[in-house]
Every structure is written in C-alpha cells, then in structure tokens.
C-alpha cells in the first residue's frame, strides 16, 4: 500500500465573474487527502482540462450542469494515476480519466473513472482528440450536421480543440471544400499547411462576411458554429439552400455582459430552408466506439494530427483557463501536473 499525502491543493471559485473572470475570482486552497474507502479509488492527476463550458459554470444561473458552488473545488476532466484503491477492477497504477479536476490529488467512487491506456495514445489526447472535444467533433459534424459527402463545411475557432478536428474529419469524410476561421496568422496558416483546410481567414482582420464569400465562393453546406453572434449571422448569409448548423457552442458571447442582437438575418433561414440545431456531447456518448475507432486509425496512419498547448503546474490552471478564452492555445489546452 503506497502511503497517501497527506495534503493536495484544489482551486476553488470565490466570487462570480460579471464579465470577464480575474484572477481573484479564484484561490488555490490546500486540503487534506481523502482516504479511498469501500468502492472508492485515490487518482494522482496528471493533466487538467480547462474547457469553455466552464465559464456557464461560473455564473449562478440554471443550466445543462450545475453551476460552480462557492468555496468548494471546481471539477471538470481529469486524467491520472491511481494510488490507492478500494474498488473492484482498478489496481494502483492503473490511469483513469474522470471528472475531478482542478485538483491535484482527487478521492472518488471507482464507477466515475475510466480506464485509459497510455500505451495506446498520450495520456493527455484522452482530454483532446481521443476525448470530449473530439467527439463533440465528430457527432457534431457527422450526426447533428447530416455532413455528406461533397459538403462545404466551414468552422469558427477552427485552431481550437473541436475546430480542428471538425475540419479534419470533414476533409477526411469527403468534404468538397473545408474553410476555417481563426485569430492569429499562424493559427491561421496552420489550417491550412498542419490541418488540411482548403482554405482559412483571421476574423480578426475584419469584414468576416466578405472574408467567409472570398473563401466559399460556391456557399456552404454545413456551418459548425463554436462562436455565435455575428460569425453566425456571417455563416446563415453564406449558407447554401437546405443548408445545415451544428450550434455547438457561443463562445463570443461567455463573457458578455449584454446579449448580442446578431444574426440580425434569421428570416434568411426560411428562404433557404436551413437546419440550425443546438446540441449536447453528452447526448452523443453512443457514437464512442466508432469514435475511437475511426480516430485512433486516423491518428495510426496519419491523416489526421492534433496540437495541445500545455500549462505546467497547478498554480497554473487559472492562467491557462483565461488563456483559452483568450485564444492563446493552439489544439487543446491542458495544465500538466509533475508526475
Ligand atoms: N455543445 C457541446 O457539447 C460542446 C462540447 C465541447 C465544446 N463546446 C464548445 O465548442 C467551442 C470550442 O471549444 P474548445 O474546447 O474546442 O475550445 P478551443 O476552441 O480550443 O478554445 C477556445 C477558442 O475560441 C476562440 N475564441 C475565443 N473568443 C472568441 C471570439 N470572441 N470570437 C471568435 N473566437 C473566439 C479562441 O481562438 P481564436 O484565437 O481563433 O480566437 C480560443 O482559442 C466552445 O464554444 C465550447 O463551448 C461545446
């Protein structure tokens, strides 16, 4: 039995953000360790996720997930070592993906972790690629879009996580056309020469309607829309007739303090007939198996490649949650603990 620390560090919300969050909306509280107990398993976190939904958490309002209580730890996806367990089929050593993050060290039932193989993929790819954002990807574009082969797809914030693979996974379906947008230059370039994108734009340079035209001379078929707002507006006006949107997320609107009046031309969606359907990676777990398969080989073979930007250290999870709503990462963000 390997002796438990006694003590772990653990962020903790202390004041909701209006707007934007600070860094003192938040503190890093030391805590005792839990021992496992019947059924219960002690996880040495190796890497943290920090995800855009998390920012709804933040705010006290009735959601899809509960809100973030005040002064206790804040959870989210985590994948790590086990180190000590009471709870039939998971041994010391064992990695686990599961949900309490955050944290450097995490107590919990056995039935809410996972077992991951690092000898298959990365352990950090099982909060990424081969992860939640992955599917997101795929059911996103595959299930709630209808995507068919010949289909002209375009992605907002297309460097990120989801984005990324949205594109590749059109591409590697038989889109006619993938277009991506993203906020820098070489986010930008890398859609086109790392990712394959046919064609991409920094929305940042402006007039993003006219840009998204210049790209998608033909229209597009499906829009997967990560960002909301006038980059939907911009998307419904490019949208080709029976044309489809996975609204999967809105994330110029997380930290707004009004509410955007864009898309300003919904009745476009009448004479186009168009499709706009919101979903939930949750609603989608069925489509796993295929998932991991269809990835996993896209990854052997490599057609299909990722990024993460890693954040190192604990004390670093917040930074690196900012970060990502800020477009600092390329891929995936993750904070990597020492192991
Ligand atoms: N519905 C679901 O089940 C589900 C599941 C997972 C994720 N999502 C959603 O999917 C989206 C992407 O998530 P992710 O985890 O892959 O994050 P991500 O794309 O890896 O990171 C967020 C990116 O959003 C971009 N961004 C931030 N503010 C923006 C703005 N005002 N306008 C345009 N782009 C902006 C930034 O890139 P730039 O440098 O390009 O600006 C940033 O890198 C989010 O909206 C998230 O909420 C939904």
Redesign the pocket.
């Known amino acids: 039995m390997v002796e438990l620390p006694t003590t772990s560090r653990e962020w903790h919300l202390v004041a909701r953000p209006h707007g934007w969050p600070e860094p003192d909306h938040f503190a890093l509280r030391e805590v005792p360790v839990a021992a496992p107990g019947p059924g219960r398993i002690v996880v040495r976190n190796s890497y943290l996720s920090v995800?855009?939904?998390m920012r709804g958490r933040m705010d006290d309002v009735k959601s899809y997930v509960p809100p973030f209580n005040l002064d206790e730890p804040m959870d989210g996806g985590a994948v790590g070592r086990v180190i000590a367990s009471e709870a039939e089929g998971i041994e010391v050593g064992d990695h686990v993906l599961h949900q309490y993050g955050w944290r450097e060290y995490a107590t919990l039932s056995g039935q809410g972790a996972t077992k991951v193989d690092p000898d298959v993929a990365p352990l950090s790819t099982y909060l990424g690629v081969l992860g939640?954002?992955g599917l997101?990807a795929y059911a996103?574009l595959l299930e709630v879009a209808s995507f068919r082969e010949g289909d002209a797809v375009f992605v907002?914030?297309?460097?990120?996580?989801?984005?990324s693979m949205v594109g590749q996974i059109a591409r590697l379906k038989g889109a006619s056309r993938v277009i991506g947008?993203?906020?820098?230059a070489e986010?930008v370039e890398s859609l086109v020469n790392e990712y394959g994108f046919h064609a991409a734009f920094n929305?940042k340079d402006g007039d993003v309607s006219g840009q998204l035209r210049a790209a998608a001379p033909d229209g597009i078929d499906v829009y997967f829309d990560?960002?909301g707002g006038e980059?939907l507006e911009a998307a419904i006006g490019a949208l080709n007739r029976h044309g489809r949107v996975t609204v999967?997320?809105?994330?110029?609107q997380?930290n707004a303090v009004e509410p955007t009046p864009a898309p300003r031309n919904l009745p476009l969606v009448i004479g186009k007939r168009l499709r706009i359907e919101?979903?939930?990676?949750?609603d989608h777990a069925g489509l796993r198996p295929r998932f991991v398969e269809d990835v996993a080989g896209w990854l052997r073979s490599g057609e299909l490649t990722y990024r993460e930007t890693v954040a190192n250290g604990i004390d670093q999870a917040v930074q690196a949650f900012l970060g990502?709503?800020?477009?600092?990462?390329a891929?995936?963000?993750v904070v990597a603990l020492e192991s």
Do not use: Q, W
């Not at 999967?248 to 110029?252: H, Q, R, T, V």
């Not at 919101?278 to 949750?282: A, E, F, K, S, Y």
């Open positions: 995800d855009p939904y939640m954002p997101t996103g907002f914030a297309a460097a990120g996580a989801v984005g947008s993203a906020g820098s986010k929305y990560n960002v980059h999967c997320g809105m994330i110029s997380y919101g979903m939930l990676v949750t990502m709503l800020r477009g600092e990462n891929g995936k963000m």
